[in-house]
């Protein structure tokens, strides 16, 4: 069936420090990709998507590219902040009923 | 606009027991999903209501039931309650359908936590 798969977190990097965080997808046709970000406290946010290939979504600085050749769909920023600590969450819709939600990755950003 | 608010915050029961969780929508939205999230995991589609109709279910037993009321606003019932459905239990609301647009995406709420002992 559809899944998601997330690198493990947690993942501690300092301010201002390049972020990457990985994610594969399988799925049959060609899936809706999102990341969802949920700060401390807080519900779950969409934060970006992308609906065919080669789309790159982006949102507050962060960036993934949706690459059907790879079935990836990474999390980037070019410099993060505290703020950004939170628990990210990339995940797919295949079809108008649901979305498929990976594990989460734990993001520590140090001052 | 009022966002999504769920009720209780957090709720323990006994196993074998029965519990009903609270879900008001965000205002004008007409779609609710609910989810399970297991400790470490991501969450879990259980079921989607459009304009009180059952849209969609995912993997989990008929003891796990819901409603959606004429004002959007729905209700997640468990019965005879295992260890492991201890979980935050997390609705979601959209505007006509799964909520995969910017436009209308998924607003979620902060979740009922729900310990089984």
């Known amino acids: 069936g559809d899944s998601v798969t997330q690198m493990e977190g947690p993942v501690t990097l300092s301010e201002e420090a390049f972020l990457t965080i990985n994610c594969t997808y399988t799925?049959?046709?060609?899936?809706?990709l999102f990341w969802y970000v949920q700060y401390p406290g807080e519900g779950l946010q969409l934060l970006l998507k992308a609906t065919k290939a080669d789309d790159k979504g982006s949102n507050k600085g962060f960036e993934a590219t949706y690459r059907k050749e790879t079935t990836s769909f990474h999390l980037e920023k070019g410099s993060v902040q505290v703020s950004d600590s939170a628990v990210y969450f990339c995940a797919l819709s295949a079809r108008d009923d649901k979305i498929i939600f990976g594990k989460g990755t734990r993001l520590h950003i140090l001052p | 606009e009022t966002g999504v608010t769920q009720s209780p915050t957090h709720l323990i029961k006994t196993r074998g027991q029965q519990v009903t969780l609270r879900c008001s929508s965000q205002?004008?939205?007409?779609?609710v999903s609910w989810y399970q999230q297991a400790l470490g995991q991501g969450p879990q589609f259980i079921f989607q209501y459009y304009r009180e109709e059952e849209n969609g279910r995912g993997n989990f037993p008929p003891r796990f039931s819901g409603l959606q009321f004429p004002n959007y606003s729905s209700e997640l019932n468990v019965n005879a309650l295992e260890l492991d459905d201890s979980a935050l239990y997390l609705c979601a609301s959209s505007l006509d359908g799964v909520g995969t647009s910017y436009n209308s995406p998924l607003h979620f709420g902060n979740g009922t936590r729900l310990t089984v002992t």
């Open positions: 799925a049959t046709g060609y899936p809706s």
């Open positions: 205002s004008g939205h007409n779609t």
